[in-house]
């Protein structure tokens, strides 16, 4: 099983800044991609980005540019730092480990999130 452990959300203002911090720990897949997700009330769980053990990124068009997802493979970690927050990103954060090795492609792991809420 894997464990995840999310921190740093908070209350931020409209323009502010804030790191999300994931901790992963217990049998965590050799071959991973980690991310962070998000749900706003009354939508459905949406990608905020992704990164490879490798650093490759990917981040959703609403989000280019103003976040950024890193991770630390020795420490089994991945950030978020979100910058230009608006008050649509207000939603709780929730990451992700997802393995793309064989035999178990595809399953996925997740915290319980944290939530970041952007006031206007």
């Known amino acids: 099983q894997v464990q995840l452990v999310e921190s740093g959300g908070g209350l931020v203002r409209a323009g502010g800044s804030l790191r999300v911090s994931c901790a992963a720990s217990?049998?965590?897949?050799?071959?991973?991609?980690m991310g962070w997700y998000r749900q706003a009330p009354g939508k459905q769980r949406e990608l905020v980005a992704t990164i490879t053990s490798g650093g490759r990124t990917n981040y959703a068009d609403s989000v280019e540019g103003r976040f950024t997802i890193s991770r630390d493979n020795a420490k089994n970690t991945v950030y978020l730092q979100m910058s230009s927050l608006k008050p649509e990103d207000t939603a709780v954060y929730y990451c992700?480990?997802?393995?793309?090795?064989?035999?178990?492609?595809?399953?996925?792991?997740w915290g319980k999130g944290t939530l970041v809420t952007v006031s206007s």
């Open positions: 217990g049998s965590i897949p050799r071959a991973n991609v």
């Open positions: 992700n480990v997802r393995n793309v090795g064989f035999p178990a492609f595809g399953m996925d792991y």
